[in-house]
């Protein structure tokens, strides 16, 4: 994954990247004022879901839930084939990264 992520919030630049430490950054839309980084370690499951709307658009949402007080990261609108790429990789090297998510 680039690390576009640490760079100035585009509407064309992907939502996902990795911080200069090597963990998982979440850029939000360039409306939302947050940005959330999530140690490999600490992703517990990564999971697509498509609504009926979404089907019929293509589209899923990309849910990342970690042990976090914070709760899930979701990333709505990613195009199917997109968000179940993403929720692959994510599983591979998630499932590759030593520590616990507890």
Do not use: C, N, Y
Request: overall charge neutral.
């Amino acid at each position: 994954m680039a690390d576009s992520a640490t760079s100035k919030t585009h509407a064309h630049a992907p939502p996902l990247g990795t911080t200069s430490g090597g963990d998982l950054a979440l850029r939000p839309p360039s409306h939302a004022p947050d940005r959330r980084s999530i140690g490999w370690s600490r992703i517990q499951t990564v999971d697509t879901v498509r609504g009926p709307i979404q089907q019929m658009f293509a589209l899923s949402t990309l849910v990342v839930t970690t042990a976090s007080a914070a709760g899930a990261v979701r990333i709505d609108g990613l195009a199917q084939d997109k968000a179940r790429d993403l929720a692959e990789e994510l599983t591979r090297i998630t499932q590759a990264t030593p520590g616990d998510a507890t």
